[in-house]
Each structure stands twice: as structure tokens, then as C-alpha cells.
């Protein structure tokens, strides 16, 4: 729970938008009351390995990951990963070659220029 309060510190400190904190499933009902108290917006989606994702922050970008509405990571797409990667604060630079990487079009382009 440590890792978790510095999280909601960095937040409110302005330092981050959007956090995705992994915690397990017993954490869970300490978390919500935290995030409640504080008025935090949250969404969680749970894992099968027993624990929860928890994405906290600004109330805008809770609302895109419920308009994406997937719960597990490995579902979203190379674009709603791109734009997650970018809502959490990951390196832009990182997250574009990231994306390029991923692409069938970037993938051959970064071939063809060898």
C-alpha cells in the first residue's frame, strides 16, 4: 500500500494524470475507500491471477478507458495501447516507436530502410 499512497501523492501533486497500480484482490476494498475519500476517479479491472488493476486519476481519462471498455490489457488494440501509454506519461518518443514497432506498415518501413 505504500507503492499506492506515493501513486495518489504524485497525483495530486500534478505529476501524473492517469496511474495504473496493480494490487491484490484483498487491497481492493482499502483502495476504494481511499480513492472515494479523496474523490479520486478510478476504475478497476480484475485479473485472473488474483490480483486488480486499478486506474486512478483525472475523471477525463477514467472516461476513455470506460469508452474503450476493456478490462484486460492484452485485449487493446496497438492504438488504445498507444493512447494508454501516453495517458500514464510513458516517454512519447518510446511509445511512438513502440507503436511503429507493432505495426505491420511501421514494421515493413523500418525493413525496407535497412
Do not use: W
Amino acid at each position: 500500500m505504500e507503492v499506492f499512497r506515493h501513486h495518489i501523492y504524485e497525483f495530486k501533486k500534478g505529476l501524473r494524470n492517469l496511474i495504473l497500480h496493480t494490487a491484490p484482490l484483498g487491497d481492493v476494498p482499502e483502495i476504494e475507500r481511499t480513492l472515494q475519500a479523496q474523490g479520486i476517479a478510478y476504475r478497476l479491472a480484475y485479473l485472473k491471477n488474483g490480483h486488480v488493476n486499478v486506474f486512478f486519476g483525472s475523471p477525463d481519462c477514467i472516461r476513455v478507458l470506460e469508452i474503450i471498455g476493456k478490462n484486460n490489457l492484452c485485449d487493446f488494440t496497438k492504438e488504445e495501447d498507444f493512447i494508454l501509454g501516453i495517458m500514464l506519461g510513458y516517454g512519447r518518443l518510446e511509445e511512438c516507436r513502440r507503436f511503429i514497432s507493432l505495426s505491420p506498415r511501421g514494421a515493413a518501413e523500418s525493413c525496407a530502410a535497412d
